[in-house]
């Protein structure tokens, strides 16, 4: 999944970064204030869920929630946790850039 979407973004003209755990993603974001955040929820040291929450506790970065749990209430959860958005598994790289480029002008419009 992570080569789909650094292979999707780079070629669409995104700079990516990635990290493999939740600590190293909440530091990164903490050092590079990026210009949106796309999270898994399955991540191998913490849920995303938590990630989401203690973001928002002091960044208003849009946040882009991947994840194979496509339930309802998993969305909800994402959403009320503080995602802006939220993509199921399995998905096509024209409906994630449209939801990108959703977020980007929504920033633009503030």
């Known amino acids: 999944m992570r080569r789909f979407l650094r292979a999707s973004l780079t070629s669409n003209g995104y700079q990516v970064v990635e990290?493999?755990?939740?600590e190293e993603g909440l530091a990164q974001a903490a050092a590079r204030n990026p210009e949106l955040i796309l999270l898994d929820l399955g991540l191998p040291d913490q849920d995303g869920l938590v990630v989401t929450q203690r973001?928002?506790?002091?960044?208003?970065?849009p946040i882009i929630v991947i994840s194979a749990r496509g339930r309802e209430e998993d969305k909800i959860q994402a959403l009320d946790a503080?995602?802006?958005d939220y993509l199921t598994k399995p998905f096509g790289v024209g409906e994630l850039l449209a939801r990108i480029s959703r977020r980007a002008a929504q920033r633009r419009a503030r």
């Open 82 to 84: 503080g995602a802006d």
């Open 19 to 22: 990290t493999d755990t939740a």
């Open 55 to 61: 973001l928002r506790e002091w960044a208003k970065t």
